[in-house]
């Protein structure tokens, strides 16, 4: 159980066209998901919480206008970058809470790695 | 504010060596405390995790126990094999509905 689908798991795309990222929760309603984007090498950086039904909350010096997250419903989570630029390009992984009982965890992607050319 | 060390990588050992990943943190309360792993080119997959003070998490051989007075998670595994070769995450969470707070990762290399 508690199965997070992230698509597509990569992309390529041109300077300045937009990407949309999905993250769905197959087997259980996420009402928190969470954003990160990992650089080779790197831990993950968290980008964003959303919560379904609320605006996401940003971590400090991510640009909300720049990596737009929607999540309107239990099950689904999206990230879009718009107007990529090559400097955008990295591996992007998406995460959901889920909780059951007492108790809760945490479920990953795959990940998508984005190449803007 | 809360926060995970880990030991730094790249870690290389032969198969069949024991294994160790330290990781300590910092943290108000009492948080929950995960390994996860990650192959190239994928996501992460949790490992095993410990949400109290002297609980130890185990799978595939790895254990881990949350020891409260050092506030470490260290990382153990008997016997390494070469498809234990991943990058390695120690995390806590704070148990109130928030985030993964994640170390820096520890890259694992196990040669045959």
């Known amino acids: 159980g508690a199965v997070v689908s992230q698509h597509p798991s990569w992309v390529i795309c041109k300077s300045g066209t937009s990407v949309k990222i999905e993250c769905r929760s197959l087997d259980f309603q996420a009402t928190t998901m969470f954003w990160y984007r990992q650089f080779p090498k790197q831990s993950l950086m968290l980008m964003a919480t959303s919560n379904e039904g609320s605006k996401a909350t940003y971590e400090q010096g991510v640009e909300k206008d720049k990596f737009l997250i929607n999540h309107a419903s239990l099950t689904l989570s999206t990230l879009t970058v718009t107007s990529a630029h090559p400097e955008d390009s990295s591996f992007y992984i998406c995460?959901?809470?889920?909780?059951?009982?007492?108790?809760?965890?945490?479920?990953f992607g795959s990940g998508t790695r984005l190449t803007v050319v | 504010g809360n926060s995970v060390t880990q030991m730094e990588g790249p870690v290389t050992l032969s198969e069949e060596a024991f294994l160790t990943i330290n990781c300590t943190y910092t943290a108000t309360g009492y948080p929950s405390l995960f390994w996860y792993v990650q192959y190239p080119g994928e996501g992460l997959q949790l490992l095993l995790k410990a949400t109290k003070a002297d609980d130890k998490g185990s799978n595939k051989g790895f254990e881990a126990t949350y020891r409260k007075e050092t506030t470490s998670f260290h990382l153990e595994k008997g016997s390494v094999q070469v498809s234990d070769s991943a990058v390695y995450f120690c995390?806590?969470?704070?148990?109130?509905?928030?985030?993964?707070?994640f170390g820096q990762g520890t890259e694992l290399s196990v040669k045959p």
């Open positions: 995460s959901a809470r889920w909780e059951q009982g007492m108790g809760y965890g945490y479920t």
């Open positions: 995390a806590l969470s704070n148990n109130q509905g928030g985030k993964l707070i």
